[in-house]
């Protein structure tokens, strides 16, 4: 109670509260003024002991003005009379409407520091427990080769294909400077850029398929063969639009609209990018001691991402059934028992690629412009995470396949599914062809996203709620999707392996 502190904190109190008053408590205590300082004008003896009206009428106007000029006093100390008066009970407690801060108008508008300090402690306790658990279960599961071993030697192939990768590029860009000077017509510059872009995808595919390689080796091959292919598509569009607008201005601009440099091109193949342009914003200098802290962070992610898939992911994967061919409910405990672990590789593989990895090659290169992504975990629907969780591509799917599909007169619903497609053909690459498994589970997951779209819009709209559609998001990516792909994959995976051997 206010009564029972030391005279310093209630001066300080007395002034907080005073200076929230409302026009009408002020009101009223002028009225109270005035009618006290005529009352007191009357009074022949304020000492007299019989004349207690007096007495609190003085004390009113003192009240009075020290809420009137609390203002204009504000840093000031208040004297022990102004705490006595100022904390009448006749003084409102009560002087606006307010909510409760974890009620759903104001639940965004407070600081939420503690709750989240909460959580990272439970995290942390919950998870150490589950450490200590795991490890007097199995023991220790990390396996003296995971970072290198004897396999990773048989797969030279693919080290060799990773190296002729840049021959692509090389070849664009001949293709750039014959157009040029002329020397080919613009139907043969869109053939030779798609045969130098498919051939640049399909060569990596071959190499894998003959190659009983590593299946981490595999990703790492189709996902550079991918970037590489989306770079030479930005590449051979963004020329021939630039074609397109130096033929409609002035001679005397052509130059400076079309220009073919191999510098360019080679910055534009190793920058955090896949959208070409002739020059990029560039910051002034290479800050070395970030580089290295980064550098730390990167080693120190992926060896936790790895404790994580040997010590947790793997075991329950391989204690587990089909999920689409066992029990049910064994299949559900299966995916929530495995959501947790993957969630955390997942999370982990975001931080260390799109937010360590990217921005050290940025930092290097002196690349300036950094939005990698944006605050996708707190996406209301699907379509709000696509557009969030990975810039580079989802900048490359607008401008080199949405757009131009609304200008030819695209409906918007086709070109959206146009895109999907692209995306799923590129992730069923990445997974399907390392794993030697054509299932097309990633493919489904991926065209699957197309309702899922229309679905949490539909919620989105109906529930009016950023929480409904920021949950279910992250229930179907965190809880669902992702640990039921996993699933899918092993078990096909080592039904062919079964079958070779």
Known sequence: MAISEPPEILGSMATVASSSHSDSDLNLLSIRRRTSTTAAARAPDPDDSGNGEAVDNRDRVESANLMSNVAANANEMPSNSDIIFTYRPSVPAHRRIKESPLSSGAIFKQSHAGLFNLCIVVLVAVNSRLIIENLMKYGWLIRSGFWFSSRSLSDWPLFMCCLTLPIFPLAAFVVEKLVQRNYISEPVVVFLHAIISTIAVLYPVIVILRCDSAFLSGVALMLFACIVWLKLVSYAHT???????????????????????????????????LCYQQSYPRTPAVRKS????????????????????????????????????????YAIERVLKLSVPNLYVWLCMFYCFFHLWLN????????????????????????????????????????HIYFPCLRNGIPKGVAIVIAFLVS??????????????????????????????????????????????????????????????????????????????
Request: one cysteine or more.
């Open 239 to 273: 020329n021939n639009d630039m074609r397109a607008l130096a033929k409609s201005a002035e001679k005397g601009d052509m130059d400076h609209l079309y220009d073919v440099s191999f510098k360019s091109l080679a910055y534009f193949m190793v920058a955090p990018t």
């Open 290 to 329: 970030w580089v290295v802290r980064q550098f730390i962070k990167l080693i120190v992610f992926t060896g936790l991402m790895g404790f994580i898939i040997e010590q947790y992911i793997n075991p329950i994967v391989r204690n587990s059934q089909h999920p689409l061919k066992g029990n049910l409910l």
């Open 360 to 399: 050290i090659l940025a930092e290097l290169l002196r690349f300036g412009d950094r939005e990698f992504y944006k605050d996708w975990w707190n996406a209301k629907t699907v379509e709000e995470y696509w557009r969030m969780w990975n810039m580079p591509v989802h900048k490359w799917m607008a401008r």
């Open 424 to 501: 799923a053909v590129f992730h069923e690459l990445c997974i399907a062809v390392p794993c030697h498994v054509f299932k097309l589970w990633a493919f489904i997951g991926i065209m699957f996203q197309v309702p899922l779209v229309l679905i949490s819009n539909y919620l989105q709209t109906k529930f009016r709620s950023s929480m409904v559609g920021n949950m279910i998001f992250w229930f179907i990516f965190s809880i669902l999707g992702q640990p039921m792909c996993v699933l899918l994959y092993y078990h096909d995976l080592m039904n062919r392996k079964g079958k070779a051997d």
